[in-house]
């Protein structure tokens, strides 16, 4: 079956750096996602990417964050100046269509920890 | 601001028991799912729940929505240790294709042997 895959699974990084999470998400869907779950915690939306463009984001997503994909399979997330409250496990999502009959797909995530 | 609230938050059962979990949500929507996570893993898709009154079951798990009552619940029946595990609800917002998802607090069941 086909799945998110992210990369990497675990990075650790000094307060201050700058981070890329990378993820590939299901090769036909068109709508992408970044959330995280911070240690314990529910899981919250940080942002939504279609076309091309950011089509929503979270209050969290402020000018630190952002997401790119440069070429045809990658979804990359960007943290510019990395903050001990960053720390925390980033899941991307996919999901197909207009039609929200099919549920996102996650990937295995990607634990954070900033020193 | 849409809000997602489960209860329990924490549920210790027996092997064998019958319980259910519940989540509330704040504004009208009618595209609810529930996921499964297990400890250190990502979020596995369990159920999509799209009109009000959908019932949807998978073995010993069985989900339904109510729209009108901005609940849903997920019972389990004959609980064995291998459900283990933190139940999330969410609930879909947005328009135009991209939803995103507003997460329930999560509950986490241990059933015991």
């Known amino acids: 079956e086909p799945e998110v895959t992210q990369t990497p699974s675990h990075q650790v990084t000094q307060m201050g750096q700058e981070v890329i999470l990378r993820c590939v998400p299901i090769?036909?869907?068109?709508?992408f996602y970044w959330y995280r779950q911070i240690l314990g915690q529910k899981v919250e939306f940080l942002v939504s990417?279609?076309?091309?463009?950011?089509?929503?984001k979270s209050e969290i997503f402020d000018d630190q964050f952002s997401v790119e994909r440069p070429d045809g399979s990658n979804f990359t997330l960007k943290i510019r100046s990395t903050k001990l409250e960053d720390s925390a496990m980033y899941f991307c999502?996919?999901?197909?269509?207009?039609?929200?009959?099919?549920?996102?797909?996650f990937g295995d995530g990607t634990r954070l920890s900033i020193l | 601001e849409l809000k997602v609230e489960q209860n329990p938050l924490f549920l210790s059962m027996q092997e064998g028991k019958n319980y259910t979990i519940y989540c509330n949500y704040s504004?009208?929507?009618?595209?609810l799912y529930w996921y499964r996570q297990d400890p250190g893993k990502s979020l596995e898709s369990l159920f999509v729940?799209?009109?009000?009154?959908a019932v949807k079951q998978e073995g010993r798990l069985m989900a339904s929505l109510d729209t009108k009552a901005r609940l849903s619940t997920l019972h389990i029946t004959a609980a064995v240790h291998d459900l283990s595990a933190t139940y999330f609800c969410a609930v879909a917002k947005g328009a135009s294709g991209t939803y995103k998802y507003i997460f329930g607090t999560g509950t986490r069941l241990k059933v015991l042997a």
């Open positions: 999502a996919s999901s197909e269509g207009q039609g929200y009959d099919q549920p996102q797909h």
């Open positions: 504004t009208t929507s009618d595209r």
């Open positions: 990417f279609y076309n091309n463009e950011i089509s929503e």
């Open positions: 729940l799209l009109s009000n009154g």
């Open positions: 090769s036909n869907h068109l709508y």
